[in-house]
């Protein structure tokens, strides 16, 4: 008698327990010997519950209800922080010896801080910031001269709306949206064994042969995570992380 083998759900990514799930729900659907029982289409129907479940929570935890807000919000920024380096380069052939020398010095400071607007969020955040603390302190006499003062603030009041939406975003991911998708995969970890249980003991009880082609579907699934597993790691596991 066939029966399914076992998986250390556990080891998979978020993307690959959903998946791995998904795919078995799907081929469950399809087989009669199943849905044609009462018990194992219970058994399939908790699964599937828990499945959604798990389904909304990833798609919570991939894009958080900030991600929106802090892509606009670094648009803006970018557009300021590209005036304002315009504005700079628009000074260096000033026929006002003391203006274009004061573009030279803040187009200077400018390459020194190399920032591009592709670079990562949370990097470019903070070059910025150091870069007006700057503008206000050290270079302030060149700032002035230049009358560029509103691009400098309105810059900082941008880049302070970037690292606080950053902020409540890691918040939020700390606290209730991995935690809702930790036990939301749990539920379907508890779900996806007890129907496992229920198709074996099934395939025992019932007619001979009739689950065999779906076992060796999901036996032939599992032993597919596990070489992939085996692969990614080099120690036949898959660290457990968010895609």
């Known amino acids: 008698m066939k029966e399914i083998i076992e998986i250390h759900l556990a080891k998979l990514t978020n993307g690959a327990h959903f ?14 010997a199943i849905t044609s029982n009462a018990v194992a289409k219970a058994a399939l129907g908790a699964l599937q519950s828990a499945l959604d479940e798990e389904d909304r ?12 807000d802090i892509e606009a919000a670094d648009k803006e920024r970018d557009k300021l922080f590209s005036g304002y380096r315009a504005a700079v380069k628009g000074f260096l052939h000033m026929p006002v010896a003391d203006v274009a020398a004061a573009a030279k010095v803040l187009e200077q400071h400018l390459k020194d801080y190399r920032i591009d607007p ?3 969020l949370d990097r470019e955040t903070g070059l910025i910031a150091n870069l007006i603390a700057d503008c206000e302190d050290k270079y302030a006499a060149e700032v002035t001269k230049l009358g560029i ?3 400098v603030t309105a810059l900082k009041a941008a880049n302070e709306k970037v690292r606080a939406l950053i902020e409540s975003r890691t918040n939020e991911n700390a606290g209730g949206v991995v935690g809702e998708l930790r036990m939301a995969r749990r539920q379907s970890d508890e779900a996806y064994r007890k129907f496992v249980r229920t198709v074996n003991a099934v395939a025992i009880l019932g007619a001979v042969g009739a689950l065999d082609e779906f076992v060796d579907y999901v036996n032939e699934v599992i032993r597919r995570y596990k070489k992939g597993a085996k692969k990614n ?11």
């Open 19 to 32: 998946e791995f799930m998904t795919t078995v729900s799907k081929r469950a659907k399809a087989e009669n």
């Open 57 to 68: 929570c990833l798609v919570l935890s991939r894009k958080s209800l900030f991600t929106d």
């Open 118 to 120: 592709q670079m990562q």
């Open 149 to 151: 003062t509103p691009y």
């Open 233 to 243: 790691s080099g120690e036949g596991g898959i660290g457990q992380h968010g895609n």
